[in-house]
Nanobody, 125 residues
Framework: VQLVESGGGLVQAGGSLRLSCAAS????????MGWFRQAPGKEREFVAA????????YYPDSVKGRFTISRDNAKNTVDLQMNRLKPEDTAVYYC???????????????????WGQGTQVTVSS
């Protein structure tokens, strides 16, 4: 499956951004989808995940209540709405796909075999 992210940019602290990821090449509903991010000098970390049907979502405490992941299986897209952004949210954000029969998505990046090219999000203070 091929993944292409869009929607990154520069925003002031407290602002919002919406990232989108378009998938192609495989049956989208066979994949759990995740968002991960990587800041300079840091490891790639989990940001959000959504199950195949969209019924199950997971977030780390660092973004819970501020970020929302959603998917549209008819359009083969997964979005990440980011509100109340903080400077520490600055990173390259990656969309990823996990082929799975489960309706519960993984939060571990090693379970995701397919990755987009990433989109930069910069939050100024």
């Amino acid at each position: 499956v091929q993944l292409v992210e869009s929607g990154g940019g520069l925003v002031q602290a407290g602002g919002s951004l919406r990232l989108s990821c378009a998938a192609s090449g495989r049956t989208f509903s066979n994949y759990a989808m995740g968002w991960f991010r990587q800041a300079p000098g840091k490891e790639r970390e989990f940001v959000a995940a959504i199950g195949r049907s969209g019924s199950n979502t997971y977030y780390p405490d660092s973004v819970k209540g501020r970020f929302t992941i959603s998917r549209d299986n008819a359009k083969n897209t997964v979005d990440l709405q980011m509100n109340r952004l903080k400077p520490e949210d600055t990173a390259v954000y990656y969309c990823a796909a996990e082929f799975t029969v489960s309706y519960y998505p993984s939060t571990t990046l090693y379970d995701y075999a397919y990755w987009g090219q990433g989109t930069q999000v910069t939050v100024s203070s």
